[in-house]
């Protein structure tokens, strides 16, 4: 008997080894190609060096590196149950909105007005870095001629919205909702030997805070003479340009970087109410308010006007949206936004 039931119970063992056994990894991914496109830095030192020997002029296009695959910033939810950080921490998704806030900054480059810089020159630096912008970081940039054109257009918009109280160039900047605005400051030396054209270009970028005008930092750049055959205008550009594209990499990498470190409260917005009367209800709206927001400063109280400062890892539209809720829960039923600029908001109380 125990032998013929032996080959049955021989096939049921093997059937099951079979189904125990695990299946082989998954191959490797591939390693990546060869010939990579070069980083910005890179690629800004090739076009800097072929302008400073004039293998290029200063209007020619160069073609844009490819994004490299998967380097998209994505904002990825916190599990439910992920306890909450420490005191002075980031949730995850406070960290994955700053990460994807600063990997898509917005930048408005113009020069200093009180250098009497020479037009002309001051519109080649201000376009070569734009063309930077563009064709290294992908980004959108606000147009030399078009901040020339505002800054004779919004005079009247800006002593009414301001009365002074800011920089005309501040003021522009958060029009343009601009995070950073850089101002270039430089000068240019040339001289003529065996025929030959030659200049260089010397100079800095200075680095603001678009909400505080805070100064976050300062880039100093300078070009190796630059020459052209042809005609001394032509070597002015070229070194201006050159100098211009080796510092560029350096201004939005420190940009980024000091813009992380006073981020640390959360991106500050500027609210001011009209009409406030009653500064209870303005304490009760802060209440509100703090539950919506990291942090809620209140700078000023009087019973025409009250501003505030909020802070917090979130886009404009959520704010104006945590404004709404937080002025029902106060009795402010009829508050409404004025106007806004970058992340300068005016709202009227309804009182």
Not at 58 to 66: D, K, L, T
Not at 278 to 302: C, G, I, P, T, W
Request: net charge neutral.
């Amino acid at each position: 008997m125990h032998t013929k039931l032996f080959p049955i119970a021989a096939l049921a063992l093997a059937a099951l080894l079979a189904s125990c056994a695990s299946a082989p990894p998954p191959a490797p991914p591939p390693a990546p190609a060869p010939g990579a496109p070069a980083s910005g830095d890179s690629a800004s030192k090739d076009r800097a060096k072929a302008l400073v020997q004039g293998g290029y002029d200063a209007g020619a296009a160069i073609p844009a590196p490819s994004p490299a695959p998967g380097t998209g910033a994505t904002a990825s939810s916190a599990s439910a149950d992920q306890p909450p950080p420490p005191p002075g921490q980031l949730t995850a998704e406070e960290q994955a909105y700053l990460q994807n806030y600063l990997g898509r900054l917005n930048y408005m480059v113009y020069y200093n007005d009180d250098a009497k810089l020479e037009p002309r020159l001051a519109k080649i630096a201000v376009s070569q870095a734009n063309r930077f912008l563009i064709e290294q970081q992908g980004l959108s940039v606000i147009d030399f001629d078009q901040i020339e054109k505002n800054k004779k257009d919004q005079q009247a918009a800006y002593q009414s919205e301001t009365g002074g109280s800011i920089d005309l160039i501040q003021y522009l900047a958060q029009k343009f909702n601009a995070d950073v605005y850089v101002e270039l400051d430089f000068a240019v030396t040339s001289e003529t030997r065996d025929g030959k054209f030659y200049a260089s270009a010397q100079g800095s970028m200075k680095i603001f805070d678009t909400s505080t005008a805070a100064l976050l930092g300062s880039v100093a750049f300078m070009s190796q003479p630059a020459f052209s055959p042809s005609s001394m205008d032509a070597a002015v550009a070229n070194a201006i340009a050159a100098s211009v594209w080796t510092a560029m990499p350096k201004m939005t990498a420190q940009a980024k970087e000091l813009l992380k470190g006073s981020l640390s409260r959360g991106v500050r917005y500027e609210v001011v109410i009209q009409k406030t009367p009653d500064s209870k209800q303005v304490s009760a709206l802060r209440r509100a308010l703090a539950k919506k927001v990291r942090e809620v400063e209140q700078v000023s109280y009087s019973p025409n006007e009250t501003k505030l400062y909020l802070y917090t890892f979130q886009g404009r539209d959520k704010v104006e949206d945590a404004m709404y809720d937080a002025g029902s829960a106060a009795g402010l039923n009829d508050l409404n936004l004025v106007y806004s600029r970058g992340k300068s908001f005016t709202f009227n109380s309804g009182l």
